[in-house]
T-cell receptor, first 111, second 112 residues
Framework: TQLLEQSPQFLSIQEGENLTVYCNSS?????LQWYRQEPGEGPVLLVT?????EVKKLKRLTFQFGDARKDSSLHITAAQPGDTGLYLC???????????FGAGTTVTVRA | NAGVTQTPKFQVLKTGQSMTLQCAQD?????MYWYRQDPGMGLRLIYY???????DKGEVPNGYNVSRLNKREFSLRLESAAPSQTSVYFC???????????FGPGTRLTVT
């Protein structure tokens, strides 16, 4: 059983559409991170959120950390083919700095 | 700067064979990690080294050993490979255990 559950597992949308990926847990996290991974490469960190209720924006990507620090979401506005990839959330619980990863959401943006 | 490098990129082993996966970083990071990635499972921590001279077990350490050779290098050894160890292996490093992790390109290992 994974500590972090991501949904949906797969998402295929048309260029220009919006999408949201969810990351949920029953555990409370001290921080939560989002990574993007492209085929044949390692994950690359997009953002770290550390405060409950925090919202961070990275161009067309908006990340939110839940008030109770148990969940997070990634919203992409006007998706582009370059947004295609595997999106992973990962978190650290209090008093344990090891990262726990979700299974990931595979996003495909069709031109 | 190359960041985190891993060798080899691909490897095929027969059951029972041994091999060592190599990882090196040129960012002067203190902490290094080994993960495996399987479909539908995300990344799972095998071993980590919080600082030079220390190593600790992660979530799935059975069947693996590690060596923190120096500050730059952290190797992962499979003594007797099993088909269940077929996976993609990623090495990562960070300035410290609470800092951003940088990942290498991965080693795709198949055990037949």
């Amino acid at each position: 059983t994974q500590l972090l559950e991501q949904s949906p597992q797969f998402l295929s949308i048309q260029e220009g559409e919006n999408l949201t990926v969810y990351c949920n847990s029953s555990s409370v996290f001290s921080s939560l991170q989002w990574y993007r991974q492209e085929p044949g490469e390692g994950p690359v960190l997009l953002v770290t959120v550390v405060t409950g209720g925090e919202v961070k924006k990275l161009k067309r990507l908006t990340f939110q950390f839940g008030d109770a620090r148990k969940d997070s979401s990634l919203h992409i506005t006007a998706a582009q083919p370059g947004d295609t990839g595997l999106y992973l959330c990962a978190g650290t619980v209090f008093n344990d700095y090891k990262l726990s990863f979700g299974a990931g959401t595979t996003v495909t943006v069709r031109a | 700067n190359a960041g985190v490098t891993q060798t080899p990129k691909f490897q095929v082993l027969k059951t029972g064979q041994s091999m060592t996966l190599q990882c090196a970083q040129d960012m002067n990071h203190n902490s290094m990690y080994w993960y495996r990635q399987d479909p539908g499972m995300g990344l799972r921590l095998i071993y980590y080294s919080a600082s030079e001279g220390t190593t600790d077990k992660g979530e799935v350490p059975n069947g693996y050993n590690v060596s923190r050779l120096n500050k730059r290098e952290f190797s992962l050894r499979l003594e007797s490979a099993a088909p269940s160890q077929t996976s993609v292996y990623f090495c990562a490093s960070s300035e410290g255990v609470d800092y951003e992790q940088y990942f290498g390109p991965g080693t795709r290992l198949t055990v037949t």
